[in-house]
């Protein structure tokens, strides 16, 4: 078993970065794809200028949201990743997921600086059942010896 999967199959508070209010986005696929895998899965977004997003009550911060989330999923650009990080390490959350372009190396250090947990990588290649073309991406991983 991956990190990855360990990760997804242990989460049970997760506080998620990067929705957009208009329900569309990459973010939003990884949500729905995360909820197939684990529908039992508690998760709060968190974005500073909304209040709902496709139904969901959102927080404008991970130190609104109680009982804390145990880990954290940010799917942001690089620039606005750091943000984040600030905000659930602020939280006391330790596991983090960075994925696809929150990932960077600076990042990841910055986020192992603040004393978080990271991962890193697309949700999407860890869930089974994520569809085309998440299965044509996992599987060229597999090939390559990434997963």
Excluded at 126 to 140: Q, S, Y
């Amino acid at each position: 078993m991956t990190d990855q999967q360990r990760f997804l199959a242990e989460v049970e508070h997760l506080a998620f970065y990067g929705l957009k209010r208009d329900g569309q986005g990459f973010a939003h696929d990884v949500l729905k794809g995360v909820r197939q895998h684990r529908p039992d899965l508690q998760v709060t977004p968190v974005h500073p200028a909304a209040d709902d997003i496709g139904g969901m009550a959102v927080v404008g911060t991970a130190k609104a949201i109680l009982p804390r989330p145990d880990s954290a999923m940010i799917v942001l650009s690089k620039y606005k990743a750091s943000e984040a990080l600030e905000d659930a390490a602020g939280a006391e959350i330790r596991r983090i997921w960075l994925v696809m372009n929150a990932c960077s190396r600076e990042n990841v250090a910055y986020a192992r600086s603040l004393g978080l947990q990271v991962l890193g990588g697309c949700p999407l290649l860890f869930v089974p059942d994520a569809g085309f073309p998440h299965n044509v991406h996992r599987w060229l991983a597999k090939l390559f010896g990434k997963l």
